[in-house]
């Protein structure tokens, strides 16, 4: 979702939609999940973590895929390529805004 291909090396990483990223890690936040706040970051798992944190984890993230998923095909629609390119355009100024315009007026990081 954040890259076209695989990233093999640190070129193919910056090439990442930070952006989409971003969008990511604010729908997790919102819903209780704390993500590294740059996708270059790795995310751990351990023992202390429970069953119910880990399909918690799951959920959240299948909801929140599932939202920039809608928010980016909704950026292609407009025909721009990425949440970056919109931004480079000049129009994320306003990125509440933004979003509730390409979403028909939802909240910004989808339902709770």
Do not use: C
């Amino acid at each position: 979702m954040f890259q076209s291909g695989p990233v093999t090396d640190y070129a193919t990483a910056l090439r990442s939609d930070t952006k989409a990223y971003s969008a990511f890690f604010h729908a997790m936040l919102n819903r209780g999940i704390y993500l590294p706040p740059a996708q270059y970051e790795a995310m751990f798992v351990s023992l202390a973590h429970t069953d119910e944190q880990i399909d918690q984890t799951i959920v959240a993230a299948e909801e929140s895929f599932a939202w920039v998923r809608t928010l980016i095909e909704s950026i292609r629609h407009r025909g721009l390529d990425s949440i970056t390119e919109i931004v480079r355009r000049g129009e994320g100024t306003d990125s509440v805004r933004l979003v509730r315009e390409l979403l028909g007026g939802r909240a910004s990081t989808g339902p709770r």
